[in-house]
């Protein structure tokens, strides 16, 4: 889900260079959350929504912006896009602390010295990165 339109070193995404020349669109927009792990859940977040233009779609991932260029060119309709994503994360990280009542075995951190990995300990990711997107009206997740 990272993995931005320009690839990554010695891994490239097969065709993006001619998607990259043709993705000016004013009608989707770009949001990539800033990784942040956290023990307390956030009501804001760190980003700001860019137009797809070339140089903005080179660092976004390239699965958000096929899905989202699909769907409007599908239906018409304007696309806000929302990365909140982390590489390698485990889906722990990404789960708030009631979702993991069901298993007692995994240890929730109450300190922000307690997060061993930022982006494997569990709740941090959900705090941070998802949890102030609770409430923002949402079509769909990929």
Do not use: C
Request: net charge positive; glycine share 8%; aromatic share 8%.
């Amino acid at each position: 889900m990272e993995m931005p339109m320009k690839g990554y070193k010695n891994q490239p995404i097969a065709g993006s260079n001619m998607d990259l020349l043709r993705s000016s669109n004013p009608a989707i927009r770009l949001f990539t959350a800033k990784r942040t792990a956290t023990v307390l859940p956030q009501e804001d977040i760190t980003g700001e929504w860019k137009e797809a233009k070339p140089e903005t779609v080179k660092e976004f991932s390239a699965t958000a912006y096929h899905f989202g260029k699909l769907v409007n060119e599908s239906t018409g309709a304007p696309m806000g896009l929302i990365v909140a994503a982390w590489g390698g994360s485990a889906a722990e990280a990404w789960m708030n602390k009631d979702m993991l009542k069901a298993f007692p075995e995994v240890s929730i951190p109450r300190r922000e010295e307690d997060i061993t990995s930022k982006n494997r300990t569990p709740t941090v990711l959900f705090n941070g990165m998802l949890s102030p997107f609770i409430g923002l009206s949402i079509r769909g997740v990929i």
